[in-house]
């Protein structure tokens, strides 16, 4: 079974405006970690955002908000205020067991996000 | 912020030929390095965890003998393609990670594409 869905192979959105990029997971271990990159077309991962299975508050970076609704085993990102650089394949993560850098990332199926000028 | 390292960006190299893609976290050490294979417009698998000083573990149907991870140090991991065929083309990037920091992501490489002709 796949540990990290996420639903939305593609989407479009208007720069300025919000968007909303789906993650669901599947995990039994009640310690985990969930992550977000950005992937632009060079490449490079470049980490976004992450929350803790025990935090409290939804996390929050500049214009990336994670919104975790953990009973529903959701981490969904948040870009408010689209900028045309925001346009990337973006991957949600897990890290499972004891929560550390150490642990292994499972990655979902991506999202590529496109904004339209 | 973490820094990993790796070289070199691109490789085009004929048949046969053996590449070796190093992996360098520049300021802090790494007890954990992970390695990733991503086809195009696919999410990055999992090739193999390598843990400084012991024999890296493999994921499931990755070739031992064919992808050979070492990691010698806290700050280097090298992954070497022996025998390269043009199947083994591929985008390959790195991730590094500490144990004990909870809440830290893995620090990615910026990656390398290797074209086998």
Redesign the interface.
Known sequence: AQKITQTQPGMFVQEKEAVTLDCTYDTSDPSY?L?W?KQPS????I?LI?Q?SYDQQNATEGRYSLNFQKARKSANLVISASQLGDSAMY?CAMREGM????????????T?LMVKP | GAVVSQHPSWVICKSGTSVKIECRSLDFQATTMFWYRQFPKQSLMLMATSNEGSKATYEQGVEKDKFLINHASLTLSTLTVTSAHPEDSSFYICSAGTTGYSNQPQHFGDGTRLSIL
């Open positions: 970690g992550f990159y060079s490449g490079e991962m980490f992450y803790g991957f929560d550390n850098a150490g642990n292994m990332l499972t990655f979902g199926g991506g590529r």
